[in-house]
Protein backbone atom coordinates (compact mmCIF):
# COMPACT_ATOMS: atom_id res chain seq x y z
CA UNK A 1 0.00 0.00 0.00
CA UNK A 2 1.23 3.37 -1.05
CA UNK A 3 0.70 6.96 -2.03
CA UNK A 4 3.61 8.49 -4.74
CA UNK A 5 3.89 11.39 -6.65
CA UNK A 6 5.34 11.70 -9.69
CA UNK A 7 6.56 14.69 -11.80
CA UNK A 8 9.64 15.59 -13.91
CA UNK A 9 8.79 19.39 -14.57
CA UNK A 10 6.95 20.19 -11.38
CA UNK A 11 9.07 17.89 -8.46
CA UNK A 12 8.91 21.00 -6.05
CA UNK A 13 5.09 21.33 -6.26
CA UNK A 14 4.56 19.09 -3.81
CA UNK A 15 5.83 20.16 -0.35
CA UNK A 16 4.73 17.85 3.11
CA UNK A 17 5.19 14.56 1.22
CA UNK A 18 4.67 13.04 4.50
CA UNK A 19 1.30 14.93 5.76
CA UNK A 20 -0.33 14.61 2.24
CA UNK A 21 0.35 10.44 2.18
CA UNK A 22 -1.35 11.03 5.89
CA UNK A 23 -4.40 13.19 4.63
CA UNK A 24 -5.15 10.79 1.75
CA UNK A 25 -5.09 7.42 3.65
CA UNK A 26 -7.56 9.51 6.04
CA UNK A 27 -9.68 10.70 3.67
CA UNK A 28 -9.97 7.01 2.06
CA UNK A 29 -10.41 5.13 5.61
CA UNK A 30 -13.30 8.40 6.65
CA UNK A 31 -15.16 7.03 3.34
CA UNK A 32 -15.36 3.44 5.29
CA UNK A 33 -12.79 2.41 2.19
CA UNK A 34 -8.88 0.12 2.38
CA UNK A 35 -6.08 2.42 0.98
CA UNK A 36 -4.26 0.68 -1.78
CA UNK A 37 -1.54 2.10 -4.36
CA UNK A 38 -2.68 5.72 -5.61
CA UNK A 39 -0.02 7.48 -7.75
CA UNK A 40 -0.33 11.29 -8.29
CA UNK A 41 1.39 12.43 -11.57
CA UNK A 42 1.35 16.18 -11.72
CA UNK A 43 1.68 17.61 -15.87
CA UNK A 44 0.73 20.06 -17.76
CA UNK A 45 -2.00 20.65 -20.26
CA UNK A 46 -0.41 19.27 -23.01
CA UNK A 47 -0.11 15.48 -22.08
CA UNK A 48 -3.84 15.83 -20.13
CA UNK A 49 -4.94 16.76 -22.81
CA UNK A 50 -3.25 13.86 -25.13
CA UNK A 51 -4.93 11.43 -22.52
CA UNK A 52 -8.39 13.24 -22.93
CA UNK A 53 -8.58 12.35 -26.40
CA UNK A 54 -6.76 9.27 -26.13
CA UNK A 55 -8.53 7.43 -23.42
CA UNK A 56 -11.59 9.34 -23.10
CA UNK A 57 -12.79 10.75 -26.35
CA UNK A 58 -13.25 14.12 -25.58
CA UNK A 59 -10.94 16.94 -26.93
CA UNK A 60 -11.18 19.35 -24.01
CA UNK A 61 -8.92 20.50 -21.28
CA UNK A 62 -9.23 19.56 -18.09
CA UNK A 63 -7.44 19.83 -14.60
CA UNK A 64 -7.73 15.86 -13.93
CA UNK A 65 -8.25 12.49 -15.08
CA UNK A 66 -8.39 9.24 -13.05
CA UNK A 67 -7.67 5.79 -13.97
CA UNK A 68 -9.45 3.55 -11.06
CA UNK A 69 -8.01 0.66 -10.17
CA UNK A 70 -10.28 -0.46 -7.54
CA UNK A 71 -11.65 -3.50 -8.89
CA UNK A 72 -8.42 -4.83 -9.87
CA UNK A 73 -7.38 -4.68 -6.13
CA UNK A 74 -9.86 -6.44 -4.49
CA UNK A 75 -11.30 -3.70 -3.51
CA UNK A 76 -8.58 -1.42 -1.97
CA UNK A 77 -8.81 2.28 -3.33
CA UNK A 78 -6.42 2.43 -6.46
CA UNK A 79 -5.84 4.19 -8.82
CA UNK A 80 -3.31 6.65 -11.34
CA UNK A 81 -4.29 10.71 -11.07
CA UNK A 82 -2.96 12.53 -13.21
CA UNK A 83 -3.12 16.38 -13.05
CA UNK A 84 -2.03 19.69 -15.25
CA UNK A 85 -0.99 21.70 -13.00
CA UNK A 86 -1.55 24.87 -15.76
CA UNK A 87 -5.29 23.87 -14.90
CA UNK A 88 -4.71 24.25 -11.26
CA UNK A 89 -2.73 27.55 -11.09
CA UNK A 90 -5.16 28.93 -13.64
CA UNK A 91 -8.43 27.77 -11.30
CA UNK A 92 -6.41 29.39 -7.97
CA UNK A 93 -6.39 32.71 -10.26
CA UNK A 94 -9.99 32.07 -11.24
CA UNK A 95 -11.57 30.73 -8.10
CA UNK A 96 -9.28 33.64 -5.76
CA UNK A 97 -8.09 31.02 -3.62
CA UNK A 98 -3.91 30.21 -2.88
CA UNK A 99 -2.23 27.91 -5.40
CA UNK A 100 -1.83 24.83 -2.77
CA UNK A 101 -5.35 25.17 -1.90
CA UNK A 102 -6.86 24.44 -5.13
CA UNK A 103 -4.28 21.67 -5.95
CA UNK A 104 -5.04 20.08 -2.96
CA UNK A 105 -8.88 20.33 -3.76
CA UNK A 106 -8.34 18.93 -7.10
CA UNK A 107 -6.39 15.99 -5.53
CA UNK A 108 -9.09 15.09 -3.02
CA UNK A 109 -11.37 15.01 -6.12
CA UNK A 110 -9.53 12.31 -7.87
CA UNK A 111 -9.28 10.26 -4.86
CA UNK A 112 -13.22 10.71 -4.15
CA UNK A 113 -13.76 9.70 -7.74
CA UNK A 114 -11.69 6.38 -6.99
CA UNK A 115 -13.73 5.97 -3.60
CA UNK A 116 -16.78 6.04 -6.32
CA UNK A 117 -18.27 9.57 -6.19
CA UNK A 118 -19.30 11.27 -9.16
CA UNK A 119 -20.04 14.54 -10.79
CA UNK A 120 -22.14 14.34 -13.75
CA UNK A 121 -25.35 15.82 -12.38
CA UNK A 122 -26.17 18.73 -10.71
CA UNK A 123 -26.70 16.95 -7.42
CA UNK A 124 -23.23 14.73 -7.53
CA UNK A 125 -21.49 17.98 -8.40
CA UNK A 126 -23.01 19.38 -5.31
CA UNK A 127 -21.88 16.08 -3.16
CA UNK A 128 -18.41 15.99 -5.16
CA UNK A 129 -17.70 20.01 -3.54
CA UNK A 130 -19.15 19.31 -0.29
CA UNK A 131 -17.09 15.79 -0.07
CA UNK A 132 -13.74 18.08 -1.31
CA UNK A 133 -14.24 20.88 1.51
CA UNK A 134 -14.63 17.99 4.23
CA UNK A 135 -11.46 16.60 2.63
CA UNK A 136 -9.96 20.55 2.95
CA UNK A 137 -11.20 20.23 6.70
CA UNK A 138 -9.62 17.11 7.49
CA UNK A 139 -6.40 18.04 6.07
CA UNK A 140 -6.24 21.48 8.30
CA UNK A 141 -6.89 19.27 11.40
CA UNK A 142 -4.10 16.93 10.24
CA UNK A 143 -1.67 19.89 9.67
Do not use: C
Not at 92 to 106: D, I, T, W
Amino acid sequence: MGIFFYSEQYAKIIKNKTLLKKWIKELIVSENKIPGNITFIFTDDDYLSELNKQYLKHNTLTDIITFDYTAENKGKISGDIFISITRVEENAVKFKVPFNQELNRVMAHGVLHLIGYRDKTKAEKQLMRQKEDNSLSLLKKLN
